[in-house]
């Protein structure tokens, strides 16, 4: 079963959105969850992530932007992205942290304009 991100959209730079992921509660509850994006030409990064109890990390270019969470009652992770630039343009994923390549969806697509 893959892991469905959706939210993604056209934004001018300085906007929001927020996406959101559904997971299994097998897979939700058992694991640490995260966000990953891939820019055009570029390779996957993790740009978030939420351990079980809910601590959370970011890679630098998005610290005081996005705030990851985790709905348990919903199974659902969430990524909200405030102060948008162009260069967070990327397919965003979201996956198990480590991620399992069983799970890789297509992702959402996130483009800012400047």
């Known amino acids: 079963v893959q892991l469905q991100a959706s939210g993604g959209g056209l934004v001018q730079a300085g906007g929001y959105l927020r996406l959101s992921c559904a997971a299994s509660?097998?897979?939700?509850?058992?694991?640490?969850m995260g966000w990953y994006r891939q820019a055009p030409g570029g390779q996957r990064e993790l740009v978030a992530r939420t351990t079980v109890g809910g601590i959370t990390n970011y890679v630098d270019s998005v610290k005081g932007r996005f705030t990851i969470s985790r709905v348990n009652a919903k199974n659902t992770v969430l990524l909200q992205m405030d102060s948008l630039k162009p260069e967070d343009t990327a397919v965003y994923y979201c996956?198990?942290?480590?991620?399992?390549?069983?799970?890789w969806g297509k992702g959402t697509l996130v483009t800012v304009s400047s």
């Open positions: 509660g097998s897979i939700f509850s058992a694991n640490a």
């Open positions: 996956n198990t942290d480590p991620p399992l390549r069983s799970l």
